[in-house]
T-cell receptor, first 110, second 113 residues
Framework: QKEVEQNSGPLSVPEGAIASLNCTYS??????FFWYRQYSGKSPELIMF????GDKEDGRFTAQLNKASQYVSLLIRDSQPSDSATYLC??????????FGPGTSLSVIP | DGGITQSPKYLFRKEGQNVTLSCEQN?????MYWYRQDPGQGLRLIYY???????QKGDIAEGYSVSREKKESFPLTVTSAQKNPTAFYLC????????????FGPGTRLTVL
């Protein structure tokens, strides 16, 4: 089992819709969870982090964490074409290592 | 102007050559990391350093070397022993306290001719 898993996509949503990106992790003791956005040919940019169960909202972005299910998600409301990118989930494990998932490609269709 | 700089942006290497990728930061972060990203792949950790004059191997250290002589600098050398070096190389920095979020430089794209 891979330590951090994401659906590779591509995930396509129409403009204005909610995009839902999912990530599961294997280390039950993981402490912190991060979402990065990476545009094609560019470096990853940190957009959200969460460390406690529940929801964390920042503008159009909401991160959701469920430690019992070992699941973290990112919701993007009112999706825009400029949101088209690859989204990387990263997890800080109980042994203090940050593991990145393979990323999910999102395409927002005008 | 705070941030992380990587140079060069593009680098071409002939077979058998060693090349060095530069990473400099003025964020006063203790930790620095080197990752490799191949097309359609996630990030793989090459080396990391949490303090000056100390560094640790990551998951794919073979064929690479690093140094950390200054807090601000963490250069990566890709040696001729690295058999498939063509990739996008990313340097990241972060604090040691708190949530350990990492921040990335713009990257260097290395191509072997």
């Amino acid at each position: 089992q891979k330590e951090v898993e994401q659906n590779s996509g591509p995930l396509s949503v129409p403009e204005g819709a909610i995009a839902s990106l999912n990530c599961t992790y294997s280390d039950r003791g993981s402490q912190s969870f991060f979402w990065y956005r990476q545009y094609s040919g560019k470096s990853p940019e940190l957009i959200m982090f969460i460390y406690s169960n529940g929801d964390k909202e920042d503008g159009r972005f909401t991160a959701q964490l469920n430690k019992a299910s070992q699941y973290v998600s990112l919701l993007i409301r009112d999706s825009q074409p400029s949101d088209s990118a690859t989204y990387l989930c990263a997890v800080k494990t109980s042994y203090d290592k940050v593991i990145f998932g393979p990323g999910t490609s999102l395409s927002v269709i005008p | 102007d705070g941030g992380i700089t990587q140079s060069p942006k593009y680098l071409f290497r002939k077979e058998g050559q060693n090349v060095t990728l530069s990473c400099e930061q003025n964020l006063n972060h203790d930790a620095m990391y080197w990752y490799r990203q191949d097309p359609g792949q996630g990030l793989r950790l090459i080396y990391y350093s949490q303090i000056v004059n100390d560094f640790q191997k990551g998951d794919i250290a073979e064929g690479y070397s690093v140094s950390r002589e200054k807090k601000e600098s963490f250069p990566l050398t890709v040696t001729s022993a690295q058999k498939n070096p063509t990739a996008f190389y990313l340097c990241a920095t972060g604090g040691l306290a708190g949530f350990n979020e990492q921040f990335f430089g713009p990257g260097t794209r290395l191509t072997v001719l």
